[in-house]
């Protein structure tokens, strides 16, 4: 009995590799399209990412991508935090498990986060505080290591009057040691 039933097995299972096999030289299926290649983006790890043109996500690994010792900012859009809250929106948790990612794959870079304070307005100061707080925490809980993260303030007065982060990113060796956030 046992016999009989592998070899009635064995018919199903060439005829299942045969259309498999078929499905995979038939040029029109499944086959990704020329702009498909386009999207994908090489991090700095020699990991893969895929990132349309155009989009935050590509953005984001350019800007990393393109950060020396000086360093390169990146401003947060809008909608990356709850309205009036230091809470990370839906897209805001896209945005950082992005930049987590980008960090993760480029071991040279570290990250300030810039918040910018205001003489006039001390709630969208502590507002801006609390942001970047949560922020650090969500990419430390994402693995990047508390060294690589520093939170600084931007005293200047062009600063819009509004709870708003700046990322700035540095890459390389650097000059001064990198001051991470107080608790």
């Known amino acids: 009995m046992r016999r009989l ?25 499944n086959s990704p399209s ?8 090489t991090l700095a790890d020699g990991a893969t990412m895929a990132a349309a043109k ?7 690994a350019e800007w990393l991508t393109a950060a020396g010792a000086r ?6 859009p809008p909608g990356t935090f709850v ?6 929106s839906r897209a805001g948790l896209g945005e950082a498990a992005t930049l987590a990612t980008l960090l993760d794959a ?3 870079a570290r990250i ?8 006039q307005n001390v709630a969208a100061s502590s507002l801006g505080r609390k942001r970047a707080d949560a922020l650090v925490t969500f990419l430390e809980k994402r693995g990047i290591a508390s060294d690589r993260l520093a939170i600084r303030t931007d005293r200047s007065e062009r600063s819009p009057n509004q709870a708003s982060l700046t990322l700035v990113a540095e890459r390389g060796s650097w ?3 990198i001051r991470t956030a107080a608790r």
């Open 5 to 29: 039933l592998s070899i009635a097995t064995v018919p199903i299972l060439v005829a299942t590799a045969t259309l498999s096999l078929q499905s995979c030289s038939d040029p029109g299926s």
């Open 34 to 41: 020329s702009d498909s290649s386009a999207s994908i983006i």
């Open 54 to 60: 155009g989009s935050r996500q590509r953005a984001m």
């Open 71 to 76: 360093g390169s900012s990146l401003d947060l």
């Open 83 to 88: 309205s009036e809250k230091a809470t990370l």
């Open 106 to 108: 480029t071991a040279d």
């Open 112 to 119: 300030a986060l810039v918040e910018h304070e205001h003489a």
């Open 175 to 177: 000059r001064d040691p």
